[in-house]
């Protein structure tokens, strides 16, 4: 689970905390986790690259890619989407939170 430049903008907290208590390995938390992080990922580059125009799409994967963590990247999707990105991220993410969660029987 390595740091991402939206980490800032999405509250899996509760999902987290539901796979901590849950009778079962540590392995097969672990397991679940990175599923979260992993839905999460693909869900949000999914959305980001629906709001882009394709030409901008190659830059901004390669950029995801050499440095996922870099701050650089929202400040792009600002030039390139809008201003309100941020909520924009945040809204889709929780609305694939909100997913997992009933996936998860989390009430």
């Not at 079962?24 to 709001?51: M, P, R, S």
């Not at 125009?53 to 995801?64: A, D, K």
């Not at 996922?68 to 609305?95: Q, S, T, V, W």
Request: aromatic share 6%.
């Amino acid at each position: 689970m390595s740091i991402l430049f939206y980490d800032h903008l999405v509250d899996k907290q509760e999902i987290l905390v539901y796979i901590d208590n849950l009778e079962a390995e540590d392995q097969h938390k672990g397991k679940l986790k990175q599923l979260v992080d992993d839905i999460l990922h693909q869900g949000i580059v999914e959305y980001v690259l629906q709001k882009l125009h394709p030409h901008q799409h190659h830059h901004f994967l390669s950029s995801l890619h050499s440095a996922p963590y870099d701050p650089e990247l929202i400040n792009f999707l600002k030039e390139h989407i809008g201003e309100d990105i941020e909520d924009m991220l945040r809204n889709h993410a929780g609305r694939l939170i909100v997913t997992i969660k009933k996936d998860l029987g989390v009430s």
